[in-house]
């Protein structure tokens, strides 16, 4: 009886048509690279295995190298949240296109808002710190 039950699951199809493939989330891909994209974990969603794998071994080892590859992981991910459309079949990502572009757009602006900021906390950590150049105007 199990062997029939498979049998059904399995070859039900006309024969000759093949299978396609489900369409994975898009929601999901761009949230998943946007919280573990340096862990290559959106990858492994989408079926871009090897691409995954060396994301992964690339973050695990970047503490050998001073976490330089990190940085370029890091990139990698952020452009494939912005420009990656497809799984590794080749179909689309599903989902409603309007979240997809607005989570892609609220990424950007993310990544501006901490780019910004980030850079106006370490201006204002860097004067109050004693490491600040005096300038001392002479009188003429």
Not at 14 to 22: D, V
Not at 27 to 45: P, S, T
Request: hydrophobic share 50%; net charge neutral; charged share 15%.
């Amino acid at each position: 009886k199990f062997l029939n039950q498979k049998e059904r699951l399995y070859h039900d199809q006309p024969p000759g048509e093949a299978r396609k493939p489900k369409s994975k989330n898009g929601i999901i891909y761009i949230l998943l690279a946007w919280v573990l994209g340096i862990f290559g974990v959106h990858n492994f969603y989408a079926g871009y295995y090897w691409r995954g794998i060396f994301q992964l071994v690339l973050t695990l080892i970047s503490w050998l190298m001073l976490f330089i590859p990190l940085i370029f992981v890091a990139i990698w991910a952020f452009l494939e949240l912005l420009f990656e459309n497809a799984s590794a079949d080749g179909v689309t990502f599903s989902g409603n296109k309007g979240v997809i572009s607005g989570l892609r757009i609220a990424a950007v602006l993310w990544l501006a808002a901490v780019v910004f900021y980030g850079e106006r906390y370490w201006v204002q950590k860097q004067e109050f710190s004693g490491n600040q150049m005096v300038v001392v105007e002479e009188e003429s």
